[in-house]
């Protein structure tokens, strides 16, 4: 029952799509269903009212049928999920049956069949589009046969010819044309998931290192600067780890800067599996890293700090011997809170300069001076 009460799913854009076109061409059936009423006020049609509520019934329930199809999402197995030409040919074989009880008006009802062959537009090529033109032709050309053999005072065959030769020559010049339509369609829709692409990846060029893949410097200060707006309306805890690595000049000088950007890369890589989800690391510049954490105490903070100081040092970089190792020095302070950004690094590089200062390959920590207070007190 959900199903009719929620036509849409919410969580498939996709499917969503082929049931807007799929109501779309339901409307259409609607649309006959008001002419062919007239028709019956009019005396136009052959059919009693109750044989036409038995036909138009008929291919509602087949229109039923591809809605749950879709809806239920047992379309995607299809070649076509949209399943276009299994409702254009239901939607020819209705249009060829109203056209077939209908004397004195066919030709005006062929043109309400123009409607159904544009939703080839969704899919079709010019090959589809010129097959289906036969087989729409074709379907015509039987329904005059069968009015010649069953009722040939309603047939005058001039007429019949001359509408035959109108119709194919216009479905067959229609064919070209939708067709044309639906290649540019296909070609607005590569050419906007190409912009989408170009538009995704400038994106992460504008965020991202291009040598480690983490963020740069622009956007880690953005990303401070909203962790500062949040920490200064609810009083939540962030912490600045930012690290060094050690001598590293020496190993651009020895190896090269090739492999020297080798060691960077894996060096972020392998630390990046000590942080949480939560926590952002950026480029702060040359070998200079920064981790942002996130509601995290000071403690927290050292214990991360010394988890990536560990890694650090154990990492095996391929293509130099088991005895290299890169270390790190790292400094960590905590935000108080209405400080300034610049303030709060700062501090947290004179926490990393002491690091330095007092042998590398350790962690210091310096706190706000609030912090100094409660720690005495």
Same mark, same amino acid.
């Given at each position: ?77 299809? !070649? ?84 035959? %030769? ?19 369609? !296909? ?42 707006? %949040? ?10 780890? %930012? ?30 599996? *000590? ?12 070998? *200079? ?49 209405? *400080? ?29 001076? !609030? ?7």
């Amino acid at each position: 029952m959900r199903i009719f009460l929620n036509p849409f799913p919410e969580d498939d854009p996709k499917q969503a799509l082929r049931l807007r076109r799929f109501f779309m061409g339901l409307g259409t059936y609607f649309l006959w269903l008001f002419l062919i009423i007239y028709c019956h006020i009019l005396d136009f049609i052959r059919l009693a009212p109750r044989e036409t509520a038995l036909i138009y019934g008929f291919f509602l329930f087949i229109n039923l049928v591809f809605y749950l199809l879709i809806r239920t999402g047992a379309n995607k197995r299809f !070649s076509d999920p949209s399943m276009t030409l299994a409702q254009m040919v239901t939607g020819t074989i209705a249009a060829m049956t109203i056209i077939y009880f209908t004397d004195r008006i066919r030709a005006l009802m062929l043109f309400i069949y123009f409607v159904t062959f544009i939703f080839g537009t969704f899919r079709f090529n010019i090959r589809q589009y010129l097959a289906f033109a036969l087989f729409a032709l074709c379907s015509y050309g039987l329904v005059v046969l069968l009015l010649f053999y069953n009722y040939p005072a309603t047939v005058e065959p001039k007429i019949e010819i001359l509408q035959f %030769i109108i119709f194919g020559a216009v479905i067959f010049w229609f064919s070209f044309i939708c067709s044309y339509i639906s290649n540019l369609r !296909s070609r607005i829709s590569t050419a906007n998931r190409e912009l989408t692409d170009a538009l995704q990846t400038i994106e992460t060029i504008a965020i991202r290192d291009d040598l480690t893949g983490v963020y740069n410097r622009r956007h880690m200060f953005t990303e401070i600067q909203r962790g500062k707006s %949040i920490a200064d309306r609810t009083g939540m805890p962030i912490a600045i780890v %930012i690290f060094d690595l050690d001598h590293f000049k020496w190993a651009n000088d020895a190896f090269g800067h090739q492999k020297g950007d080798h060691i960077l890369k894996q060096l972020v890589h392998e630390i990046k599996r *000590e942080l949480r989800e939560t926590d952002i690391i950026a480029r702060y510049g040359g070998e *200079e890293f920064l981790v942002i954490m996130f509601d995290a105490d000071i403690d927290g903070a050292k214990e991360c700090g010394e988890r990536i100081r560990k890694r650090a040092e154990s990492i095996r970089y391929a293509g130099f011997s088991d005895t290299f190792r890169v270390t790190i020095s790292i400094g960590i302070t905590m935000y108080r809170p209405a *400080e300034s950004i610049d303030k709060m690094i700062h501090r947290a590089d004179n926490a990393l300069y002491r690091a330095k200062a007092n042998g590398r390959n350790r962690t210091e920590v310096e706190l706000p001076e !609030s912090e100094y207070v409660n720690k005495k007190s």
